[in-house]
């Protein structure tokens, strides 16, 4: 079976790990700054006493004049969400994350290992801990899981069985659908509330009026389609850290202690020789929050040179003096050197840059980001099933 893993708000609940006493009151994640302001996920007392997230702050300061704004910590969330990814991964399973605080694997490897599903479900709730309050739902589908882990209360576990799925999902929200605004909006137009009206419109209908979009949606009403997930692959461990005596707000200082991070994470044995991908820059600030940039380089390298002038412009985008300052390799590339070739035969460079520009997607974007269209049966006279989108690995 596929399970989905959620725990709610976990930005918040990673940004109050060094506030816990902010749990029990009023409190909401601060808006990005420079973005909309809209609060992001509250605590449980908050949400009882009108806070919503998504609220604009205006009118949440309105609704509870108490309301503590908690500031972002990107890079406490990601360092939490990474050792609770890695906690999985050591109880046996192979992880798909899909966003901070989701994320996807199925039981089949572990089963014989812990005794049946349901025990190995309750493996992976312990190996996260109770603190994050993880909830799971599993299914035959992967939509259908991730909606029976949006139902279930903390630390339960919710099994939807095959012939089930369907009279599960009918009365759920259409909110769990991946839409824009505008189409909820539009579908709420129509005085469609739940998955099931939606199910039981005609799909071709349903794609003409919203296209690909609600396409897309119909057949999720349905429960999706069938695919096995792949696991993640193993995150590089390299990170040098720099901490400084004082706070330091200086762009030339900081330049040169981001040179002295880069010479010695080039310096470390274990990266035998293979040059980096993607790099992550963070940095503790004078206040408390943090800040962290991650940078994929179009062509892997290691060189000093070229680092430099790839992570450099990032430090302008300090929002405040730093108190330390981390360089991590989140992903390196897979070979150690170009071999050249004196005569290079016809399309050859082409199609090396094809591979790397898609390597370079790919470790953005994440795994199944880049896909390929497969025929399957070209003689079909319903589009949608002439050809399917499959991941691409090469």
């Known amino acids: 079976m596929i399970a989905c893993l959620l725990v709610p708000g976990f930005e918040l609940r990673a940004a109050l790990r060094m506030r816990p006493r ?15 302001q809209l609060l992001g996920p509250v605590t449980a007392v908050a949400q009882a006493e ?43 399973f192979a992880v798909d994350p899909v966003e901070h605080g ?8 572990v089963e014989r290992l812990y005794g049946g599903v349901r025990p190995a479900l309750e493996r992976a709730l312990s190996a996260v801990g109770s603190g994050w309050d993880p909830r799971i739902g599993a299914a035959t589908r992967r939509f259908t899981a991730l909606a029976a882990a949006s139902v279930a209360r903390p630390g339960q576990i919710v099994i939807v069985q095959e012939q089930e799925e369907q ?34 419109l005609p799909g071709h209908a349903v794609a003409e009026r919203l296209g690909a979009d609600g396409r897309k949606a119909w057949r999720l009403a349905h429960g999706g389609r069938k695919a096995r997930l792949r696991g993640r692959r193993p995150v590089s461990e390299l990170a040098e850290t720099l901490v400084f005596p004082d706070a330091v707000g200086n762009e030339l200082t900081l330049r040169r202690a981001l040179g002295s991070l880069l010479e010695r994470l080039i310096a470390r044995p274990e990266r035998a020789g293979r040059p980096f991908r993607k790099l ?56 150690t050197g170009l071999q050249l070739a004196l005569v290079e035969p016809a399309g050859e460079e082409a199609n090396v840059r094809l591979r790397e520009g898609l390597k370079q997607v790919r470790a953005s974007t994440g795994s199944g980001s880049v896909c390929t269209v497969v025929e399957v049966a070209p003689w079909s006279r319903i589009p949608e099933t002439r050809a399917l989108v499959v991941p691409r690995d090469d």
Not at 63 to 74: F, I, S
Not at 171 to 198: F, M
Not at 283 to 295: F, K, Q, T
Not at 308 to 319: C, F, M, S
């Open 102 to 109: 989701v994320v996807v694997f199925e039981t089949k490897g």
């Open 280 to 335: 992550a820059l963070s940095a503790r600030l004078v206040d408390g929050g943090s800040w962290r940039r991650a940078v994929t380089l179009r062509d892997a390298t290691a060189e000093l040179g070229r680092l430099r002038v790839a992570l450099g412009p990032k430090l302008q985008e300090l929002p405040a003096p730093v108190l330390e300052l981390r360089l991590e390799a989140v992903q390196l590339a897979e070979h």
């Open 167 to 200: 009279a599960f999902l009918q009365p759920l929200p259409l909110s769990l659908l991946p839409l824009t605004p505008d189409r909820y909006a539009e579908l709420e137009g129509l005085g469609l509330r739940r998955l099931g009206e939606l199910a039981e």
């Open 50 to 92: 009108g806070v919503k997230p998504g609220m604009r702050l205006g009118e949440a300061l309105a609704t509870c004049p108490r309301l503590v704004l908690v500031e972002r910590d990107p890079a406490a969330v990601e360092r939490e969400w990474e050792e609770a990814l890695r906690r999985l991964e050591d109880a046996g």
């Open 22 to 36: 902010l749990a029990t009151e009023p409190a909401a994640l601060a808006p990005e700054p420079g973005e909309e």
